[in-house]
């Protein structure tokens, strides 16, 4: 499926002209196989512009170019043309490897069991959300689930997915291997599933500037409906110090 190498070097030149000539700067291009991030760039004031991206952007259609110029130029959030073509190439990139292994009974906490009670508790298995003055219930997705890698580069660069994670393109809900410890009520650890689990039945949504929001105000409501929002919250709040730093 790869390019030959004097193909690709090829590619790479004429690309990184048409680059320079669309943004005005003297524009280095260098490509790479690493998928996370796929395009990268670094620009200096003497109108240098380093330029990382995936080989596999290098057949990009020229819109997609277009709208990668103009985040490069105003330095603000990626477009949205820019946005979905790499979104549709990681959905691609990932379906060429294996998928990711399940694990799901841990040393403390077996997440079969507690995502079960989770989405039987918490979830309506209709497709539409139950309503009622007591319940407000999201669709019960069907994510598969699985304790994270226990150290890995990306969960060490990734600060931000401390307790959980959700992967759209997998459909896989990942739970940090840090709370599989006795220290850390089972209560817990079914809040974070509930949570990324919500994250499948609710979408995210793009805001007006462009930006992905994650934590819609629907993501929100359906949220602080559950009985344990509170408390996880606050729990989380006394807690965060000591399981981020272990
Ligand atoms: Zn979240």
């Not at 790499?86 to 403390?108: F, H, K, N, Q, Y």
């Not at 949220?223 to 989380?236: L, M």
């Amino acid at each position: 499926m790869r390019k030959p190498e004097h193909r690709l070097e090829t590619e790479r030149r004429a690309l990184e002209r048409a680059l320079s000539r669309l943004s005005s700067l003297q524009v280095e291009l260098a490509f790479h196989r690493a998928r996370d991030p796929l395009v990268r760039y670094r620009a200096f004031r003497s109108g240098r512009l380093e330029l990382r991206m995936h080989e596999a952007l290098s057949s990009a259609p020229s819109e997609v170019l277009h709208s990668l110029v103009d985040w490069v130029l105003k330095r603000g959030d990626r477009g949205e043309r820019l946005d979905r073509h790499l979104d549709s190439l990681a959905v691609e990139l990932r379906r060429d490897t294996a998928p990711p292994p399940i694990l799901l009974r841990g040393e403390v906490h077996d997440l079969g069991e507690i995502s079960g009670e989770v989405l039987e508790r918490h979830f309506t298995p209709g497709r539409a959300p139950a309503r009622s003055p007591l319940t407000l219930l999201a669709p019960r997705p069907s994510s598969a689930i699985t304790w994270g890698p226990r150290r890995t580069a990306s969960a060490k660069a990734r600060k931000s997915i401390l307790f959980g994670s959700y992967d759209p393109v997998l459909d896989l809900v990942r739970v940090h291997p840090r709370l599989d410890r006795g220290d850390v009520p089972r209560r817990f650890v079914a809040f974070v599933l509930f949570h990324e689990l919500l994250h499948a039945a609710i979408p995210a949504q793009r805001a007006p500037s462009g930006r992905v929001v994650h934590h819609t105000p629907t993501f929100r409501r359906y949220e602080r409906n559950h009985p344990d929002w509170e408390w996880a919250e606050s729990w989380e709040r006394e807690n965060i110090r000591r399981l981020a730093s272990s």
